[in-house]
């Protein structure tokens, strides 16, 4: 069994290539990378940074994090790519069940949290059926840092009762198959990952089943980032809002938006940590 401590790990013997001769059983670790920020990276993942052999990287991990692994460490970015070749997810899930079987400890390092949008369930199952040992590191999902930069709580006594992140992703034009009415009660939040191209159409949904055009809604590009934009907006006029973003970016709607502020660079709830010494 794979240690539960994921910086410390015994030596063994490594074969890079030429089949599963290791001395020791590898493991893979999937872990949560934050939004951006190095500092909302958690400290368990810190670890398992600093214990990996071999790093399995999406597009949206900044190099600033990348750094924290040891330089001996393999990096691969598996990253989606408009052009050239990307991984299936059936051939990432390979890689992390060989790279384990050769005795390596995998760190498969993803955006936000592993099982908020990010396929980690998948990459989960693939383990289990391989029988390799599979740890996750939770991390801190983009819409949290987002409320937090912004000062939008995404509960509000009286205001939000709820919040439920959907995800956008659908063909160009069309609008995800969500439960419209259900979102559309009021005294919610309804945050939207991967939205920007489907604003238009999740706005049309979301007012048809009958909510207000002037409930307050926010967009938040790059979240946790020194390039870091806030846009307060309303759902009538989210579309024209989202229009022309390019970074990874989150629509909110609800009424607790209200209490957003619009603005560049990392929102003043988001200044940077203490340093340690000044925590004792
Ligand atoms: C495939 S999902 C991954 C979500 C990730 N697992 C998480 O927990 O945040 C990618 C989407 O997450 C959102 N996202 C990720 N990082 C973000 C950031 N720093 N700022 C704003 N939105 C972000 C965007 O909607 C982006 O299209």
């Given at each position: 069994?794979?240690?539960?401590?994921?910086?410390?790990?015994p030596?063994?013997?490594?074969?890079?290539?030429?089949?599963?001769?290791?001395?020791?059983?590898?493991?893979?670790?999937?872990?949560?990378?934050?939004?951006?920020?190095?500092?909302?990276?958690?400290?368990?993942?810190?670890?398992?940074?600093?214990?990996?052999?071999?790093?399995?990287?999406?597009?949206?991990?900044?190099?600033?994090i990348?750094?924290?692994?040891?330089?001996?460490?393999?990096?691969?970015?598996?990253?989606?790519?408009?052009?050239?070749?990307?991984?299936?997810?059936?051939?990432?899930?390979?890689?992390?069940?060989?790279?384990?079987?050769?005795?390596?400890?995998?760190?498969?390092?993803?955006?936000g949290?592993?099982?908020?949008?990010?396929?980690?369930?998948?990459?989960?199952?693939?383990?289990?059926?391989?029988?390799?040992?599979?740890?996750?590191?939770?991390?801190?999902?983009?819409?949290?840092?987002?409320?937090?930069?912004?000062?939008?709580?995404?509960?509000?006594?009286?205001?939000?009762?709820?919040?439920?992140?959907?995800?956008?992703?659908?063909?160009?034009?069309?609008?995800?198959?969500?439960?419209?009415?259900?979102?559309?009660?009021?005294?919610?939040?309804?945050?939207?990952?991967?939205?920007?191209?489907?604003?238009?159409?999740?706005?049309?949904?979301?007012?048809?089943?009958?909510?207000?055009?002037?409930?307050?809604?926010?967009?938040?590009?790059?979240?946790?980032?020194?390039?870091?934009?806030?846009?307060?907006?309303?759902?009538g006029?989210?579309?024209?809002?989202?229009?022309?973003?390019?970074?990874?970016?989150?629509?909110?709607?609800?009424?607790?938006?209200?209490?957003?502020?619009?603005g560049?660079?990392?929102?003043?709830?988001?200044?940077?940590?203490?340093?340690m010494?000044?925590?004792?």
């Amino acid at each position: 069994m794979a240690s539960t401590s994921p910086g410390a790990r015994p030596h063994r013997l490594v074969a890079l290539s030429g089949g599963p001769v290791a001395a020791a059983p590898g493991a893979v670790w999937l872990v949560g990378a934050g939004p951006g920020d190095p500092d909302l990276l958690t400290v368990k993942a810190l670890k398992a940074l600093a214990g990996a052999d071999v790093v399995v990287h999406d597009g949206l991990v900044s190099d600033e994090i990348l750094a924290l692994a040891p330089r001996r460490a393999r990096r691969i970015s598996v990253a989606k790519r408009r052009s050239r070749h990307s991984y299936a997810q059936e051939e990432i899930c390979r890689m992390l069940v060989a790279f384990a079987r050769e005795g390596l400890n995998v760190v498969r390092l993803k955006g936000g949290d592993p099982f908020i949008f990010g396929r980690g369930g998948e990459e989960l199952e693939a383990c289990r059926e391989a029988g390799v040992t599979c740890h996750v590191v939770p991390g801190v999902t983009a819409a949290l840092a987002a409320g937090a930069s912004a000062g939008a709580p995404l509960t509000h006594r009286g205001a939000a009762q709820a919040v439920t992140f959907v995800t956008g992703h659908a063909k160009a034009g069309e609008a995800p198959g969500l439960d419209w009415p259900a979102l559309a009660r009021a005294n919610q939040t309804v945050v939207i990952y991967m939205g920007v191209a489907t604003a238009a159409s999740i706005a049309c949904r979301l007012m048809s089943a009958g909510r207000a055009p002037s409930t307050p809604a926010l967009i938040v590009e790059n979240a946790s980032l020194p390039i870091e934009r806030r846009i307060a907006s309303t759902l009538g006029s989210l579309a024209e809002a989202a229009a022309g973003l390019e970074g990874p970016a989150l629509l909110m709607v609800g009424e607790a938006m209200a209490l957003a502020q619009p603005g560049h660079g990392r929102g003043a709830q988001d200044a940077p940590a203490p340093a340690m010494k000044e925590i004792g």
